[in-house]
């Protein structure tokens, strides 16, 4: 099945430091989606991108679509204490799979202040 | 409701044992999705619903799993003869459109289940 590598597993940075975490996948995804996770709380999306190529911002946070639609990243500048959390990179396929999101294992956020 | 809700939060069950997970999504969202995450992983896939039915199921582990929506609302995962191997966090969201239209989807807290 398809498969996503999210790179940093951890990242510790200190506070005001630029962040840079990405995704691979084997396979083509319509859509790249990142989340953010807090303890014992649900993911939230925290940038939704549809096209290949695809530049977005939402704030500090800056994610693209790979032009070969197999991969993306996500930059948080100028990072602050409540930036902690897991990350999560999610691909939606389409086509038949359009309710199914393949997620990455993640990578943990610690901000030093 | 303002949030999708889910219900036991914390669920501590004897392997062997049946349990039901319960998920209340935002009021007129009409798909609904499940998704197992394990200690230290990322999500996995279990199943969705578009209205009452379930285009995709395939991300169930086995037949042990089942899960059924009604009324266009509230959802129950089952898992029967529950292993080790299934204690996890359980984690329902839901969309406002369809998911073919890629609608965001908003998680509720999830429900841990422990197996002893």
């Known amino acids: 099945g398809q498969q996503l590598n999210q790179s940093p597993q951890s990242m510790f940075i200190q506070e005001g430091e630029d962040v840079s975490m990405n995704c691979t996948s084997s396979?083509?995804?319509?859509?790249w989606l990142w989340y953010k996770q807090d303890p014992g709380e649900g993911p939230v999306l925290l940038i939704a991108?549809?096209?290949?190529?695809e530049l977005t911002s939402n704030g500090r946070l800056t994610a693209q679509f790979g032009i070969t639609r197999k991969d993306s990243f996500l930059n948080i500048s100028a990072s602050i204490p409540s930036d902690v959390g897991i990350y999560f990179c999610?691909?939606?396929?389409?086509?038949?799979?359009?309710?199914?999101?393949?997620f990455g294992q993640g990578t943990i956020l610690t901000v030093h202040p | 409701g303002a949030g999708v809700s889910q219900s036991p939060s914390n669920k501590v069950t004897e392997k062997g044992k049946d349990v039901e997970l319960r998920c209340d999504p935002i009021s007129g969202h009409t798909a609904l999705y499940w998704y197992r995450q394990r200690l230290g992983q990322g999500l996995e896939f279990l199943i969705y619903?578009?209205?009452?039915?379930?285009?995709?199921k395939s991300g169930l582990p086995s037949d042990r799993f089942s899960a059924e929506r009604t009324g266009e609302s509230v959802s129950t995962l089952t898992i029967q003869r529950t292993q080790q191997e299934d204690s996890a966090v359980y984690l329902c969201?839901?969309?406002?459109?369809?998911?073919?239209?890629?609608?965001?989807?908003?998680f509720g807290e999830g429900s841990r289940l422990t197996v002893l």
């Open positions: 619903f578009q209205g009452n039915s379930a285009p995709d």
């Open positions: 991108l549809y096209k290949a190529g």
């Open positions: 969201a839901s969309s406002l459109g369809p998911a073919s239209v890629g609608g965001e989807l908003f």
């Open positions: 396979s083509i995804f319509n859509t």
């Open positions: 999610a691909g939606r396929a389409g086509g038949t799979s359009y309710g199914k999101l393949t």
